[in-house]
């Protein structure tokens, strides 16, 4: 039998432990959300729906998906509504999070979304549309001009596909009807989230506008934001399990962990919802707190998902368990800790020994595969900026080495099992030439995949300190195994 699905009509019916919108919900957008993931729903959304449970109206979110009509089919049946929930080892709290009205699907319908955009009612625009959703240069930071997307949304700005030409398209039709405009915020894993979001909106506008342009850059705000929460993708196995739970069948659950944290640049150019209130920190040194999350939890993250899943773990909390993995994130986090700058009264060793035990949630199921996903995007501001500063300061970095030389072993596509899989990754078909071309020898396999320049730039690149090392280290890799070379860390 197939149980109803959750819906507006039945909030009233549900058990009395699930908590559900204490507010009025209305149809009006204050917010319209681009990447409208399983991130954004345990995360931006359920502060805004905090905050309007606290009084504070106008915060209704519109979502609007840029891929796929995944999330519209799974939550516009439902009117927006979803559970989240929350797991801490044994212990599961449910709550029905009502801040979404729906969600637009941008490919088929381009339109609607830049008219969302311009809504008077519109206030704040924001993006979970990971690193990739950018279009960005590695190496010089600006808009690539040249890439496939940008160059087709350039050529047809009304009917765009990217995020850069949704965001141009809105203000440019805000500007021509004389509305104020809204105020774009990042919550991308990225650093400077602020910063590289204008570069990619004024890039873009420039050659759609010129006049356009010196409006935005004299008028929008670009805060830069720091996010956390982590939020497994949700399997069929989850949404089984809640309808068993509470007798309802709910397509767009997220299963998230206790732990949040948003960390928000105070600088809005429109209404500003009062975050502070229901728990953001409004600072204006976001960059020192991204530096510690991306370089502590991140780096660690994607170390632990490269060597992990070849040494045959599936879940984080698994290889965290696993004593000689441990050790070696320790290790990992000693080597970062003396250059991460992180922001004043920074207590490392309180949040190395919370990663750990957020890390250890057995009831999440955070699959090291998904987070394997992307790598060329992340390493970057996750191990290789740890890398250069440790390099600069000539501090010990093997075990960051070793991380790197993971993701080198894993771009093979095939496990220590002999297993092959899928590399998930905007440039995986550069790294497969790479390797292709280098042959079988472990130094040549690590020299060409370091030639990527959008991955190492031309500093790592030339740097034949690291050369040598990710070879060796990729050698090792490639013969004894990943538990085996990380117990040689262990001392
Ligand atoms: C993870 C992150 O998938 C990944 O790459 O490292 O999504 C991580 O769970 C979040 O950044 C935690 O805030």
Known sequence: MTLPRLSPDCLDTLDASIRRPAYHRCQEAGIIHLGVGAFHRAHQAVYFDQLMAQGEAGWQIRGASLRSARVAHQLNPQGGLYTMVQRDGPATQLRVIGALTDVLVAPSDPETLIAALAEPSVALVTLTITEKGYHLDPDTGELMLTDAAIKADLERPSRPSTAPGFLVAGLAARRAAGLPPFTVLSCDNIPDNGLRTRAAVLGFARQVNPDLADWIEASVAFPGSMIDRIVPATTAEDIDALEAMTGYRDEAMVKTEPFTQWVVEDNFCHRRPALETVGVQMTDDVAAWERAKLRLLNGSHSALAYLGALAGHTYVHEAIADPVFARFVDRLWDEVEPVLDGPAGFDATAYRAALKSRYANSALNHSLV??????????????????????????????????????????????????????????????????????????????????????????????????????HDLAALMSRGARACLSDFDV
């Open 370 to 471: 998904q987070i394997a996903m992307d790598g060329s995007q992340k390493l970057p501001q996750r191990l290789l900026a740890s890398l250069r500063a440790q390099r600069e300061a000539g501090l010990p970095m093997a075990a960051i080495l070793m991380a790197v030389a993971a993701w080198m072993r894993w771009q093979s596509g095939v496990d220590e099992a002999g297993e092959t899989f899928t590399v998930d990754d905007p440039l995986a078909a550069v790294t497969a030439a790479a390797l292709e071309k280098a042959g079988p020898d472990p130094d040549e396999r690590a020299a060409a995949l370091l030639s990527i320049e959008a991955v190492f730039g031309r500093d790592l690149k030339n740097d034949p300190v690291i050369a040598s090392a990710l070879g």
